[in-house]
């Protein structure tokens, strides 16, 4: 089937008329999905999935229903997409972070993250930077997703775009607390490279003493030893 895209914002037109969209009339179930998943109507996504709504069809930015749900956080409506079948790595190809899974690995969104592990989530897919969803996660410290992605099998020395890879972007882009030091711990445990410098030679060690990381640059002196 060819996914159909329609040129539609959540924020625009008539949505009350298409939330009760006959169900007979599948264009128009397939525009009110996308609106009610980005507002996480998720008795609304359902009966419209019922009714015909094509799960996977695009927005204007070709951007799909489960993308909204996603970035909304709306995890009941993002469940019941996923579950409908929805793709969790379809890209729009163009966003920073393009597919629903990229984003939710990014803003640590771990209850959709679960789901979409469990539903064929690509582990190697990349973002606008090239890095995995695992980076971002490591850089905004979301411990708990992190977690969730060594243990999905995401690689922890994926280089990015910019030479780094999630423990360089815990380090240079961190405050070095609690979160990020217990990050740095489960990327060394994962099999995290502690010695893969940055594109310029610089080390995780030599960026850690830098920054007065002190916790960070103990951990990675262990590793190193």
Sequence with gaps: MVTKIFHYSPGNGDRTALRHATVGNHVEATIALIGDAARGDAAEVRRLLAA???VDARDGARRTALYHATEG??????I????AGADVNASDGASIDPTPYLLAGKQGYNEILRVMLAHGADLKSTNGYGGTALIPACERGHVETVRMLLEAGTDPDHVNRLGWTGLL???ILSDGGPRHQEIVALLLEAGADPALADHEGVTPLAHAEARGHAEIA???RA???
């Excluded at 956080?73 to 993002?78: I, K, Q, S, W």
């Design 52 to 54: 015909g709504a094509e």
């Design 73 to 78: 956080n709306h995890a009941d409506a993002a």
């Design 80 to 83: 019941a997409l996923i579950e």
């Design 169 to 171: 972007e815990a380090i």
């Design 218 to 220: 103990a951990l990675l």
């Design 223 to 225: 590793r190193l030893e």
